[in-house]
């Protein structure tokens, strides 16, 4: 890590910027929503179990509830029969006691009664008669679910900091609630720069691009359960970037893309500077090494680079754990191809993933959008440590 003339950090690592940011955001706050408006939002709290499951020790199988002890011996050739005393239904147990040498009917969820300890499925039954049945095959202890297996009333069963997914939801509602405390959702606003930015739809002229950034940044923002305020676009000049920053009121966050590196019309990077609160500008890593963060008038300001595959890496390798507060996810394959590695930089080259090995992807520009849409996953390469085939290395899923 290096120092700007005027005192703040520039080449910080990727763990640094990932805590300089997170530490620029406010404090997580708590709010309390329905069930139905959970999905995609994070636990502000671990969600304790208000009941048991199963509440009761029950069958996983339709067919009869017995003794193991009575069913031993059954074979196909040679079946034992069994008196049927009752019948076992969710919502009806039955209550008497099993004595030995009898059964009851019982349906999947149903409890188990009195005495009976195993299941035989009724694909292994022969009816006998009005009251008997007989069985192929012994009756398994294992087809029962014991009461509380799955949860105990009062356990922490779902940890605060969880993101909600439908399975989280619905094991949410199994746990008793019907409402959830989750963090208020941050928010975003969402700026792009650049004179040769064009909406998408509109003709272009040479030089000029569609602003693919936004549109890609803005997906992910809601995709970590973020409001976002779409700014829209300012053009090069101090006096436009200064209005757009200016309709960013209110928000925890101002995400912007273009405007942060070497060049003469990096105007955010300079408006930063000027303002005196940059926090570090340029991390040691590619693709999107100019990334900067600092304030204006308060609000924190989070600099990508323009070109797009820059800024989305920097999203998900910096701004996603972020604003989650989930590290970022990775897992560890063996290289197909060898990757490059950069003396000063952690490199992350797209790859593809085949037969549970990773490739190099190819062409690595930080122009080729293309590139991130067939690509699988970001292949981490540590600074000054080359990858041979066969290496394992980190990977992060796109």
């Excluded at 600099?303 to 989930?326: C, D, E, K, M």
Aim: with cysteine; hydrophobic share 40%; charged share 20%.
């Amino acid at each position: 890590m290096t120092t700007h003339p005027t005192g703040f950090p520039m080449q910080v690592d990727v763990a640094q910027a990932q805590a300089l940011l997170r530490s620029h955001l406010p404090s997580p706050l708590t709010e309390t929503v329905p069930l139905a408006a959970g999905w995609g939002r994070t636990l502000a709290e671990p969600l304790r179990a208000r009941v048991s499951h199963p509440s009761a020790t029950e069958s996983a199988l339709d067919g009869v509830a017995c003794r193991a002890a009575d069913t031993g011996a059954a074979t196909a050739h040679a079946p034992v029969t069994l008196q049927v005393v009752g019948e076992s239904r969710a919502g009806q147990p039955f209550l008497e006691p099993v004595a030995a040498g009898q059964c009851v009917r019982i349906y999947t969820g149903a409890p188990m009664p009195p005495g009976a300890d195993a299941i035989c499925p009724v694909e292994q039954l022969v009816e006998v008669g009005p009251h008997e049945v007989a069985l192929r095959r012994p009756a398994r202890p294992e087809d029962v679910r014991h009461e509380g297996s799955d949860f105990h009333a009062g356990e922490a069963v779902l940890p605060g900091g969880l993101r909600l997914t439908p399975a989280r939801l619905a094991l949410a509602a199994a746990l008793g609630h019907d409402r959830l405390p989750v963090r208020r959702a941050l928010r975003v606003a969402l700026l792009s720069t650049g004179d040769e930015v064009v909406a998408p739809g509109q003709p272009l002229t040479r030089g000029q691009v569609y602003d693919s950034n936004s549109v890609g940044l803005h997906a992910l923002l809601r995709e970590c359960g973020c409001e976002v305020q779409d700014l829209g676009h300012a053009a090069d000049t101090p006096a436009a970037l200064e209005r757009a920053l200016a309709q960013a009121g209110g928000t925890d966050l101002l995400l912007t893309t273009g405007g942060v590196s070497m060049g003469r019309y990096d105007l955010l990077r300079d408006l930063l500077i000027g303002e005196g609160q940059v926090a570090f500008w340029k991390v040691r890593m590619r693709p999107g090494g100019p990334a900067i963060l600092g304030r204006w008038q308060g609000l924190p300001v989070f600099g990508l680079p323009g070109n797009p595959v820059s800024s989305l890496v920097v999203f998900q390798v910096i701004v996603r754990p972020a604003l989650t507060g989930q590290p970022v996810q990775t897992l560890r394959l063996r290289a197909a191809t060898p990757f490059r590695t950069l003396p000063d930089k952690t490199a992350f080259w797209r790859g593809v993933i085949d037969g549970g090995q990773v490739r190099d992807y190819g062409a690595q520009g930080s122009g080729r959008l293309r590139s991130l849409s067939e690509a699988d996953a970001l292949v981490v390469v540590p600074e000054g440590q080359p990858v041979t085939p066969g290496d394992e290395v980190e990977v992060l899923l796109l």
